[in-house]
């Protein structure tokens, strides 16, 4: 009678055990699950930060060829004074650090995409994203970019201007009416060994100040897509996570079950024994 005490005692602990172990694997995967999902940030090298373009050029000259020339020393102030306002939002942040999203593209990762919005943009505004896309390679291979604007946001691409910069070499992939982007741009890495790079992306979206009415207080939501087509040259990622932890409690967890199971077992035998 005492030894059938015990052994309730060992099987109501190791349920507890059980329950407990299963109760943090499924924390600990909820996290990892969360965690992934989640674009970490990191910090943009101060020495990749060039001044930002005067996205207003086009309207600046335009005002300036259609001042009177009565007013010829004055129009240049009054024009350079527009000019500055206009882009005072991005100068005003070159003192600030600059974060940049995390895309991480490697052999079980091929492709990743992140959503970009805009809204309640009026002529002259200019938002401008970072992104920092870490790749894992061997041998060449070529990173693709592309944006798509979503379904029933297409007003605002007929007007809304985006200016890619690979701010890793300094080039201006493209500069020009979002919806008129190419199906992809796109940018070549080589390398003899396992490696990985990172690819710096400034990604501008600026209205034109000649900009009708029409168009202001839209809304615009678009997908930014990079992708590697050669999947046989991407490695695997060098940030695989720690999964002891996991192991851990899914040791635990099946070996108290399997405790649990053979403890019953036995108690039921000896209880039939008595029995007979």
Known sequence: MEQKKKIKIVIIVLACLLGLSLLALGGTLVYNKLANNTPATVTVPDNLITPDEDTTKPDSSESISQAPDSSE???????????????????????????????????????????????????????????????SYHDKITVHYKATVRPGYEKLAEVLKVRVKLLSTGETMYDGLMRDMPESLTHKLASKKSTTDELYYEITAYLDTSVGNDYQNKDLIADFKWWVEERGNLDDSPQTGDTSNILLWAVLAAGSLSMIIILHVTRRRKEDEENV
């Open 73 to 135: 020393t004055q129009t240049p102030s009054s024009s350079a004074d527009t000019s500055s306002s206009a882009v005072q939002p991005t100068q005003s942040t070159t003192a600030e650090v600059k974060k940049a999203a995390t895309i991480e593209l490697y052999n079980q990762q091929p492709e990743e995409n992140t959503p970009f919005q805009v809204g309640n943009m009026f002529p002259g505004d200019v938002e401008t994203k970072y992104f920092l896309v870490r790749v």
